[in-house]
């Protein structure tokens, strides 16, 4: 069998990697905040 070593040389972008969940953090807090404040106003307009 192959042995597969991700740990030396495999060749990652680290910077992008962080950059990329950096914005998928960003987007999954915006997007809670979003669907929280849509549930509020529609909990108060449509009571």
């Known amino acids: ?3 597969h070593d991700h ?3 495999s060749g990652m972008d680290y910077a992008e990697h962080e950059r990329t969940y950096a ?3 960003g987007l999954v807090k ?4 979003f669907v929280t ?3 509020i106003g529609m909990a108060i307009t449509l009571i």
């Open 23 to 25: 914005m998928f953090l």
């Open 37 to 39: 404040l849509l549930l």
């Open 1 to 3: 069998m192959a042995q």
């Open 7 to 9: 740990a030396a040389g």
């Open 30 to 33: 915006w997007g809670s905040i």
